[in-house]
T-cell receptor, first 113, second 111 residues
Framework: IAGITQAPTSQILAAGRRMTLRCTQD?????MYWYRQDLGLGLRLIHY???????GKGEVPDGYSVSRANTDDFPLTLASAVPSQTSVYFC????????????FGDGTRLSIL | EDQVTQSPEALRLQEGESSSLNCSYT??????LFWYRQDPGKGPEFLFT???AGEEKEKERLKATLTKKESFLHITAPKPEDSATYLC????????????FGKGTRLSVIA
């Protein structure tokens, strides 16, 4: 079934550790996105990529980095995790064009202790 | 600042009791408005895109409408399987953020 695969599905991490959340899509979408979802705050964009080789900052980029080496993969890295990064992280993708609907994975639940 | 406000925060309906969810947005140039459904432990699932005032889209018991300041998601004769959080997201003509999401409406349909 075509779609977005995120890994891991959940993780408990010690503060200060490095962590990479993986995201792979098989829909050949050019654009990909990373969001965090927190209770009471809704979905907030962390980083995005309009096409392979390019990335941009969203609303809450601090403490996160991304890369887009190819069309299918868009990993999100926390270089040194802090408790405030405890959240549910969603990866999404869309066809070219900002007005195209985004399709989401089922998320990674990350707890930083 | 561009904002998206959804109301109510939570809604409890009896099975078959029709109602509407609201999504209002600041008027600074709308390029598109998206409705999503999110089940617990899952990612948002795309439902509809609306691009201009007066536009309507339908899918089963759901109908989305758009005016110049707000969108409504009408739920006709809901069933328990319609229980979910419904998210609205707006794409503005200005600014760098691709989508601005509302906080959602949690819908519970009781049999």
């Amino acid at each position: 079934i075509a779609g977005i695969t995120q890994a891991p599905t959940s993780q408990i991490l010690a503060a200060g550790r490095r962590m990479t959340l993986r995201c792979t899509q098989d829909m050949r979408h050019n654009a990909m996105y990373w969001y965090r979802q927190d209770l009471g705050l809704g979905l907030r964009l962390i980083h995005y990529s309009n096409t392979a080789g390019t990335t941009g900052k969203g609303e809450v980029p601090d403490g996160y980095s991304v890369s887009r080496a190819n069309t299918d993969d868009f990993p999100l890295t926390l270089a040194s995790a802090v408790p405030s990064q405890t959240s549910v992280y969603f990866c999404a993708s869309s066809a070219t064009g900002a007005d195209q609907p985004q399709h989401f994975g089922d998320g990674t639940r990350l707890s930083i202790l | 600042e561009d904002q998206v406000t959804q109301s109510p925060e939570a809604l409890r309906l009896q099975e078959g009791e029709s109602s509407s969810l609201n999504c209002s947005y600041t008027v600074s140039g709308l390029r598109g408005l998206f409705w999503y459904r999110q089940d617990p432990g899952k990612g948002p699932e795309f439902l509809f895109t609306l691009y201009s005032a007066g536009e309507e889209k339908e899918k089963e018991r759901l109908k989305a409408t758009l005016t110049k300041k707000e969108s409504f998601l009408h739920i006709t004769a809901p069933k328990p399987e319609d229980s979910a959080t419904y998210l609205c997201a707006v794409l503005y003509r200005s600014g760098n953020t691709p989508l601005v999401f509302g906080k959602g409406t949690r819908l519970s349909v009781i049999a």
